[in-house]
């Protein structure tokens, strides 16, 4: 069974910094591309940042330079470091998979999400 469980969301004042983490099992970890997503209220899932098993990362737009994708292969785990956090940042912020399963087969997979909230 594959498991995606996202932690380290709150609340934080404009300008301040959250770490995001997820931890994934089920997978070839190392294997797989990982992405965060993040969804506000009325508004469409959104692509944040991605990193491919290869360490290739890319970012939207609105995010260069504050928010930093990494990863950890031993840990089975992929991180979202957040700065300079936006008002308009809130949304609820999931981890995604895409990759080889431990039990076979490719699956894109998404965890339950974690809230973030900034306020003004």
């Known amino acids: 069974q594959v498991q995606l469980v996202e932690s380290g969301g709150g609340l934080v004042q404009a300008g301040g910094s959250l770490r995001l983490s997820c931890a994934a099992s089920g997978i070839i970890f190392g294997s797989n591309d990982m992405a965060w997503y993040r969804q506000a209220p009325g508004k469409q899932r959104e692509l944040v940042a991605s990193?491919?098993?290869?360490?290739?990362?890319n970012y939207a737009d609105s995010v260069k330079g504050r928010l930093i994708i990494s990863r950890d292969n031993a840990k089975n785990s992929v991180y979202l470091q957040m700065n300079n956090l936006k008002p308009e940042e809130t949304a609820v912020y999931y981890c995604?998979?895409?990759?080889?399963?431990?039990?076979?087969?490719?699956?894109?997979?998404w965890g339950q999400g974690t809230q973030v909230t900034v306020s003004a």
């Open positions: 995604r998979a895409y990759g080889p399963r431990r039990v076979g087969g490719i699956l894109r997979s």
């Open positions: 990193i491919t098993s290869g360490g290739s990362t």
